[in-house]
């Protein structure tokens, strides 16, 4: 098969390589979250490693995209992939936005609220790792990933849920409200990257649709 | 030569218009370019004409003895009706163009063999049918198929659906010219004017210049309706329309590539179930078995009186 599917198997590789590098910028943002909840004196180098991450998957998206436009895939099929690697990416987007407001503004993390972002980021890697076996599974065999989409949804609702409950406890306590504002605006950000891993299992799904009858 | 001039229009319209049922999915899937679809119509077409296109010859001398003259005004009325419905937007059918303009170019001195003809309208009943018949197995057992079978990666599958395309495109194309090219020349055959080797491959070259000169737009047009089925269905319509003509061109019957691949269609649209299925192009297959061959016969009736 690849010696007729060169193009389209080398396609493939990069897109493997590009979740790789989107789960290792996630990896890094992870180790860049704790570093600032412990106040860390390392953590803007840990989140130049974010940025650097992000950029790094900016690349080889860049190259698939190109294979693409080269010709890879059928046109039908071509915008299938062109929207899944756009929704992978923004993963890793997310990440380099959250860790960029929190170095840019250095916001103050009040102890109620740190075991909550804990575990909004807990929630996310677990959200995450559902949304790699489907990953997995959909390039192995795409009609295998059907029910993925709800795995890594509901995957996501605690994300959703363990939000909703920290920006609940910061509005009822007495920090100032530009305080409030700033952390409101980090713990979206945060909940937002596993909304884009939730994106990423509705395409899968879709993909797998367009090549049923 | 200029005997032959009707068949030779006849079979540039019939190239120009039927290449798109059989190469217009490769060529709106963009799987080929225009020029690689086209060459490859064209040897497909001229194969099929060549090795089995005097199989649905003898039938055009057996539903009435036809002279020179006779052969002039037949091939010339089922050209002009093809043109003027083609223009028109109305579905027309080379095969029942033909037949019709055989009646209506010699009913008037002598009697058609009805029975024959009987059997040529059950066939042209049963063209789309059976397509339908046969996409509606054919998708199921690919469906089946597909679901048993593991590791088909997202490679693998586009791989699988463009040689798909082109396996059932020059499949398509073989048959259309085993099976049409009857229509074409044929009629020289029955009036003894040409072999049928040298009908079908003047027949087989006039379709080709056909595909070659004038088939691009209405392969994008059809191409691009068979497609929004979704790949994998307009492989089963295009690859059941190729198996049905294929089946007629061994029953010695010319056959409508249109209303087979309507049939095909509305046999995947049966499978999604009755709501699928397009009624509009029902209706145009109805309109196209009355219209093209009454048109063609008043055309060759008319042509016949005024020259005799």
């Known amino acids: ?199 990423v299992g509705n395409q899968f799904e879709l993909i797998a649709i367009k090549r049923k009858f | 030569m200029l005997k032959f001039f009707g068949g030779i229009f006849f079979g540039w319209s019939l190239g120009a ?26 040897i497909f077409v001229l194969l099929g004409a060549l090795l089995e296109g005097s199989k649905c010859m003898k039938i055009m001398g057996e539903i009435a003895q036809i002279n020179l003259n006779q052969t002039i005004i037949v091939t010339f009325s089922a050209a002009v009706t093809m043109t003027i419905l083609t223009i028109l937007g109305i579905p027309a059918s080379s095969s029942q163009a033909i037949m019709g303009a055989i009646l209506g170019g010699t009913i008037r001195t002598q009697t058609p063999n009805w029975a024959k003809f009987g059997n040529v309208i059950l066939c042209w009943v049963g063209t789309p049918i059976g397509a339908a018949i046969i996409a509606f197995i054919l998708y199921h057992l690919l469906d089946f198929i597909f679901k048993k079978t593991t590791g088909i990666t997202g490679a693998k599958f586009n791989t699988i659906i463009r040689l798909g395309i082109l396996i059932t495109g020059c499949m398509g194309a073989y048959s259309l010219g085993a099976n049409n090219v009857a229509n074409v020349t044929g ?28 088939s691009y737009k209405v392969m994008e047009t059809v191409g691009l309706k068979i497609t929004l089925l979704g790949p994998l269905a307009a492989l089963v319509a295009v690859g059941s329309e190729a198996i049905t003509v294929y089946i007629y061109t061994h029953i010695g019957i010319p056959v409508s590539t249109s209303q087979a691949i309507v049939g095909a269609v509305t046999g995947i649209g049966l499978v999604r179930g009755i709501r699928a299925v397009n009624i509009k192009l029902l209706n145009q297959i109805f309109i196209g078995w009355l219209s093209t061959p009454v048109s063609a016969g008043i055309i060759a009736f008319l042509l016949s009186l005024f020259i005799h």
Not at chain 1, 99 to 108: F, G, N, R, V, Y
Not at chain 1, 155 to 173: G, P, Y
Request: aromatic share 10%.
């Open chain 2, 187 to 214: 009629i020289y055959v029955g009036a003894k004017l040409l072999s049928p080797f040298m009908a079908s491959f003047i027949g087989g070259l006039s379709i080709v210049v056909g595909i070659v000169t004038y």
């Open chain 1, 1 to 199: 098969m690849p010696l007729f599917a060169k193009k389209e198997s080398e396609v493939e590789e990069l897109i493997k390589a590009h979740f790789a590098k989107v789960g290792e910028t996630l990896d890094k943002f992870n180790k860049f979250i704790y570093a600032y909840l412990e106040k860390n004196p390392d953590y803007p180098s840990l989140s130049y490693a974010v940025h650097c991450a992000e950029h790094e998957a900016d690349i080889i998206r860049h190259k698939i995209e190109l294979k693409l436009y080269e010709g890879a895939f059928l046109p039908i099929y071509r915008e299938d992939y062109i929207n899944l690697i756009e929704l992978i990416d923004k993963i890793a987007n997310r990440c380099e936005d959250t860790s960029d407001i929190m170095t840019l503004t250095h916001p103050e993390i009040p102890d109620f609220i740190r075991q909550n972002i804990i575990e909004m980021v807990n929630a996310t890697l677990i959200t995450f790792e559902v949304t790699k076996e489907g990953f997995e599974i959909f390039m192995k065999d795409i009609k295998n990933v059907f029910g993925y989409s709800e795995k890594i949804s509901s995957k996501e609702q605690l994300v959703d849920k363990i939000e909703w409950h920290t920006l609940s406890n910061l509005f009822e306590s007495e920090l100032e409200l530009s305080k409030k504002l700033l952390l409101k605006e980090v713990i979206q950000s945060l909940g937002k990257i596993s909304n884009r891993m939730e994106d």
């Open chain 2, 17 to 42: 218009n039927d290449a798109a049922n059989v190469f217009g999915t490769a060529v709106a899937t963009r799987v080929v370019r225009f020029w690689t679809a086209a060459i490859l119509a064209s």
